[in-house]
């Protein structure tokens, strides 16, 4: 029974020696020209993998294991034992104008290996595999327990042409930016290409790979599963975070820039963050590069001032404005609205001013923010001021099966309606849409129907109605009940529309 006791202290020691300290990585290749032997291709693989700068002992690879997977089949053609080359360390240190800043280190761990690979046709996918992640990461169920797989393709042949002698994008890795909760932050993902190919980012869901259990206990398995890693092997993302949306939907990743950015979450936690930049010559995607790294949101604040892109008022000449990030109480706030005409009404030192434009245009707008410590931070925005702006709609005709026409009445006093969209509400049909100005439908059955119309000018201004209208089997048809009709005497009856209209007298 001690036996058995202590084995299982010695499998839990042995876990414990090599999880909760998993950060991310990425594989990077560069062509070096035709291999050492007959129809081959020679290239430089680094494999670059994040940890704690805390990680010691057992957490920390001496090597890892390269699969090197056929990019058709997906069959195994080697794997490669890369040795540590050496180690780099991420840590940001300047945090002068956050009280309570998060701490911010990586461990860089770079594994460097030289392979010739035959000359085939549908090129290769890499692959590196390592378990665990830290626990409790906020965007992933059980962290702890997921393993991380870096992957990188080589292409072969494509439309009759060979990319084998590409070399990868290789990431900036600008890693440490501080990120605070209910703040506006930046972050860097970009990447250079050495053979000036076009790079578009995206992303994407990471990768699990690795295992806590299993035959050797190996965190860094020798034997790797073949891809395709869709869909089995995706990531266990929590409720309102996806590989999509990593960080929640204020947060975007620019497809040409790589410069992440948006209004992080109110959670303070660490956040799995992946992206995939794809590597196109010419019209042809050649290569799809990840990278997968954490990001911490910090329970701080940052002097930071950001505005919207943009202003616009279409209804009047007041406009209201605000810091979007949350500051350090006691902040001293300037702000110049780029409106001379007002005179001493163009500035203010409010945290939330609104400001009465004298006339019509396109002002600049300026906040500066100052913080008790003396940390400044600026920002400018456009604001658009043209009133008034009035959306409307009439419809013609009324029954089913019958083209119904639609005409917009919107009103604009300054520049001209240039852009409509509607919806037609019908619920039978993803194609009840039209971006006509006055465009017609046919709805297939009586009914209310709710339209929804959105109209936009040449100076910014936009806006939406919806009115219901009634759809019906027959046309109305009314007759006042005070006509009277003698004898011999006749009556003419006006109807609209198409169709038979069939009458029955009535006696009196």
């Known amino acids: 029974m001690k036996r058995v006791a202590l084995a299982i202290l010695l499998f839990l020691f042995t876990l414990s020696s090599f999880a909760d300290h998993l950060k991310g990585g990425w594989i990077y290749y ?5 291999g050492d032997n007959a129809n081959t291709s020679k290239y430089k693989i680094t494999v670059k993998q994040y940890m704690r700068c805390d990680a010691t002992g057992g957490q920390l690879d001496p090597e890892v294991f390269l699969g090197v997977f056929d990019g058709g089949n997906y069959g195994l053609i080697r794997t490669e034992t890369v040795p540590l080359s050496g180690t780099e360390f991420e840590q940001k240190s300047d945090f002068t104008c956050i009280p309570n800043p998060p701490a911010v280190c990586y461990r860089v761990d770079n594994y460097v290996a030289i392979i010739d690979l035959p000359d085939n046709t549908d090129g290769y996918i890499l692959s ?52 605070c909760r209910n703040t506006f932050f930046t972050f860097d993902f970009s990447a250079t290409d050495p053979d000036g190919d076009s790079l578009s980012y995206s992303f994407v869901s990471g990768f699990l790979g690795g295992s806590e259990t299993g035959t050797g206990i190996r965190p860094n398995p020798p034997t790797l599963p073949s891809p395709p890693y869709i869909p089995g092997a ?24 790589g410069i992440i950015s948006g209004i992080a979450s109110g959670t303070v936690g660490t956040y799995v963050v992946a992206v995939a930049v794809d590597e196109y010559r010419g019209a042809v995607l050649i290569g799809s590069t990840r990278k997968e790294i954490h990001i911490d949101v910090g329970d701080c604040q940052l002097t930071s001032a950001h505005l919207m892109p943009k202003y616009i008022s279409c209804n009047g000449f007041n406009l209201t404005f605000k810091n979007e990030t949350p500051i350090p109480n006691g902040s001293i706030y300037t702000w110049n609205f780029g409106d001379s005409k007002s005179g001493i009404n163009d500035t203010s030192s409010l945290s939330n001013p609104t400001h009465t434009y004298s006339d019509t245009g396109v002002f600049v707008v300026k906040l500066k923010i100052k913080s008790v410590g003396g940390c400044e931070d600026s920002a400018t925005a456009l604001a658009y001021v043209y009133p008034f702006f009035s959306p409307g709609f009439i419809t013609q005709g009324q029954c089913k099966n019958i083209p119904i026409h639609f005409f917009d009445t919107s ?39 709710d339209i929804l119309f959105s109209v ?53």
């Open 30 to 34: 560069e062509y070096l020209g035709v």
């Open 128 to 179: 590196v595999q390592r378990c665990c992640r830290i626990q409790g990461i906020t965007n992933i169920t059980n962290s702890g327990a997921a393993g991380l797989t870096y992957t990188n393709t080589i292409p072969g042949i494509l439309n009759g042409q060979s990319y084998r002698d590409n070399s990868s994008p290789q990431f900036a890795q600008k890693d440490t930016a501080i990120v």
């Open 234 to 257: 995706l990531l266990p993302y929590s409720n309102g975070y996806s590989g999509e949306s990593p960080m929640g939907p204020q947060v975007t990743i620019d497809p040409v820039s």
């Open 411 to 449: 009103k604009t006093t300054n520049g001209a309606v240039n852009a409509w969209s509607w919806n037609f509400g019908d619920l039978s049909t993803d194609t009840d849409t039209s971006i006509l100005q006055n465009p017609q439908y046919t709805f297939s059955a009586a009914g209310n129907y």
């Open 456 to 508: 936009k000018n040449d100076k910014g201004c936009d806006s939406t109605i919806t009115k219901t209208i009634s759809i019906n089997d027959k046309p109305n048809f009314e007759v006042s009940n005070d006509t009277l009709i003698c004898v011999i005497d006749t009556l003419q009856l006006i109807t609209a529309g198409t169709g038979n209209v069939f009458c029955r007298p009535r006696c009196r």
